[in-house]
T-cell receptor, first 115, second 115 residues
Framework: DAGVIQSPRHEVTEMGQEVTLRCKPI?????LFWYRQTMMRGLELLIY????????DSGMPEDRFSAKMPNASFSTLKIQPSEPRDSAVYFC?????????????FGPGTRLLVL | GENVEQHPSTLSVQEGDSAVIKCTYS??????FPWYKQELGKRPQLIID?????GEKKDQRIAVTLNKTAKHFSLHITETQPEDSAVYFC??????????????FGQGTILTVHP
């Protein structure tokens, strides 16, 4: 069991550049989520997919952020253009959602630094 | 939507003492309450969870209690050890409805166990 896979693990970029974060959920899971973690704001839910459909994107900060899930095994989070305040750790995770809630598993995270 | 408040924000104990972290939630529809532990530089990992059909659950030195009437739940760690030092997050979620299993996290508690 590989767990949730994220890439890259670290990203350093300059302000104004496009950043793409990638996620592969656990096989068989039908829910996927993206979180952002900073010291100031804690763990923030950015967007939540169920069966590849975005259910709740109210946490997406602004139009510079976009997320896609073209199939059950892949998702991307894109920031364009990036800004220094986007520096954070971005976690992707997945769960199986059915009649009851099952454990949500987090990926290792992508540490993003925007200069 | 759901709102989860977590207290205290920091907790310092001596090795061997007990530690208690408390959370309150606002949505009476929430029926799943997990607790996550996040060590420095690592991902959040589930340590214990409880569903609304039980009032208490225990796993070795860790226990969680739930009071549905008061809408609060607590994490209890007994015989604390230095390796328990980490950030602990509570969360609340509901199966069914329009939330599709989305979890709302508390702000986190930094637990420090002094040898």
């Amino acid at each position: 069991d590989a767990g949730v896979i994220q890439s890259p693990r670290h990203e350093v970029t300059e302000m104004g550049q496009e950043v793409t974060l990638r996620c592969k959920p656990i096989s068989g899971h039908n829910s996927l989520f993206w979180y952002r973690q900073t010291m100031m704001r804690g763990l923030e839910l950015l967007i939540y997919f169920n069966n590849n459909v975005p259910i709740d994107d109210s946490g997406m900060p602004e139009d510079r952020f976009s997320a896609k899930m073209p199939n059950a095994s892949f998702s991307t989070l894109k920031i364009q253009p990036s800004e220094p305040r986007d520096s954070a750790v971005y976690f992707c995770g997945s769960a199986f959602y059915g009649a009851v809630l099952e454990t949500q598993y987090f990926g290792p995270g992508t540490r993003l630094l925007v200069l | 939507g759901e709102n989860v408040e977590q207290h205290p924000s920091t907790l310092s104990v001596q090795e061997g003492d007990s530690a208690v972290i408390k959370c309150t939630y606002s949505d009476s529809a929430s029926n799943y309450f997990p607790w996550y532990k996040q060590e420095l530089g690592k991902r959040p990992q589930l340590i214990i969870d409880i569903r609304s059909n039980v009032g208490e659950k225990k796993d070795q030195r860790i226990a969680v209690t739930l009071n549905k009437t008061a809408k609060h739940f607590s994490l209890h760690i007994t015989e604390t050890q230095p390796e328990d030092s980490a950030v602990y997050f509570c969360a609340a979620g509901a199966a069914g409805g329009t939330s599709y299993g989305k979890l709302t996290f508390g702000q986190g508690t930094i637990l420090t166990v002094h040898p």
